[in-house]
């Protein structure tokens, strides 16, 4: 199609060496196909040319002082890529691989994500290129404010209200929140994922996790099977991984493995929750620590994974949840996925699947979840963060927890009604793209060329 084709011919040109970007644009411009080819509605108001460009990109400098008396420096972005349906909303993330290609096609991806969730967000992400392991508080504390310091003129309650992601938790977020507030004097919803006592949502933690867990219990209940008895494979051991472990552990199924960067853990029996807990929440150490409390566990190390592949999944389960990072699962492992006979894989991570392994999934036409979908968990309690924060009250956790477990159900029902809509009721990549782009595309129009 000359319109798709062109666009992203230009977006080559205009965005050079965004990989990840690339392939996040690709794939949401070629599941519109049949949606642009009913019409050249869309096309004549230019949405695809204006949809894949933010309407605002900030990178700065952080400058900040660490343990030694060392000036480091740093470098910040901001992406605020769409705000037809509200306030842009997406998380920062600290890690030394985040570069501006890497922010753009997480805000891309958070676009559609925060349409699907049905709440009044546009969408954004941010972060630095700053790795939070092997630093002090201190340090963690200087540098956040050092971020926030340049972050906070272009933010806040009604306008950009950013979270966290990897490398931010709730201790970045405090120290984050405490700057904004030292330097505007507002105590206002400016950050989501704050602590409980200071304007934090319960169930926010658990959010990303619980409602990937939510989404694979919908896509299963639609082919008339349950997660009850499933065994599991999840890959990461950061915020996502450790609530979509403890949900599963709910609902009767029994998660296997968890992973981080130097490693893997398969435990046959079970992973065991408060073991994890206290490795990566307390402790802030390596999964490898693991078998001295449960030396029966297999331990592989990141050394010894596959070719090409990850070691998480190579092993035999029913259900896959990566919950990690971006294609983290590869054409290899889903061939062996496959191979084993998993029926259900549900992204609690942004696009953790290859371009191939997607693919694959989607010629088996086993239950895939895309992460724009099944991990929109937990920007949908952010919001409901911001709901709380707006109303001055907090919600009890079971209310919390309802709405997002009714989210998610409507969630599955706007992909898969859209899919079959299209001709493949199996096909939810499909689903979640046409049905995130129409709610955004028909905003944009409706509010004039902006």
Not at 110 to 128: R, S, V
Not at 311 to 321: G, K, P, Y
Request: glycine letters at 10%; charged letters at 25%.
């Amino acid at each position: 199609m000359p319109y798709v084709h062109d666009t992203l011919t230009r977006l080559n040109k205009s965005s050079p060496a965004q990989s990840e970007f690339y392939q996040a644009t690709e794939e949401v411009l070629e599941c519109l196909r049949p949606l642009l080819e009913q019409s050249d509605y869309y096309h004549h108001h230019s949405i695809i040319e204006r949809i894949v460009e933010p309407e605002r990109q900030i990178m700065f400098r952080i400058s900040w002082v660490d343990d030694a008396g060392k000036v480091r420096v740093n470098k910040g972005y901001r992406v605020q890529f769409n705000s037809a349906l509200g306030p842009y909303k997406g998380g920062l993330r600290f890690h030394p691989s985040v570069t501006s290609g890497t922010i753009k096609f997480l805000g891309f991806e958070q676009i559609f994500k925060n349409a699907l969730t049905g709440l009044p967000i546009g969408g954004g992400k941010g972060g630095a290129d700053f790795d939070p392991k092997g630093k002090s508080d201190n340090e963690i504390m200087r540098f956040c404010q050092a971020f926030m310091s340049e972050l906070y003129r272009h933010i806040g309650p009604h306008c950009d209200v950013p979270a966290g992601d990897i490398g931010v938790g709730t201790r970045e977020i405090g120290y984050l929140f405490g700057q904004y507030k030292r330097l505007t004097g507002h105590y206002e919803g400016v950050l989501t994922g704050k602590g409980l006592n200071w304007g934090g949502s319960l169930g926010r933690k658990e959010a990303t996790g619980y409602g990937a867990v939510y989404f694979a219990q919908n896509m299963l209940a639609a082919r008339g099977e349950e997660l009850r008895d499933k065994t599991c494979l999840v890959s990461g051991a950061g915020n996502v991984a450790i609530y979509t472990i403890e949900k599963l552990y709910e609902l009767g199924a029994r998660p296997i493995t968890c992973s981080d960067s130097r490693g893997t853990i398969h435990d046959e029996n079970g992973i065991d929750l408060g073991l994890l807990k206290q490795l990566k929440e307390v402790q802030r150490t390596s999964l490898e620590a693991y078998l001295h409390e449960h030396p029966d566990a297999h331990y592989i190390s990141a050394r010894d994974y596959p070719q090409g592949g990850n070691a998480v999944w190579r092993i035999q389960a029913d259900v896959a949840l990566p919950c990690a990072t971006q294609n983290e699962l590869t054409k290899s492992d889903a061939e062996i996925l496959l191979a084993n006979g998993i029926t259900c894989i549900s992204e609690g991570a942004n696009m953790p699947s290859t371009k191939e392994a997607v693919d694959l999934f989607l010629d088996a036409k086993i239950a895939y979840g895309p992460g724009k979908a099944a991990n929109a968990g937990g920007v949908a309690t952010s919001q409901l963060e911001m709901a709380q924060n707006s109303s001055m009250e907090q919600w009890p956790l079971e209310k919390v927890d309802q709405k997002l477990k009714q989210i998610m159900t409507n969630i599955h029902r706007q992909c898969a009604d859209t899919a079959e809509e299209f001709g493949d009721k199996t096909n939810l990549v499909l689903g979640a793209n046409i049905a995130g782009f129409r709610k955004v595309a028909d905003a944009m129009i409706e509010q004039g060329v902006t």
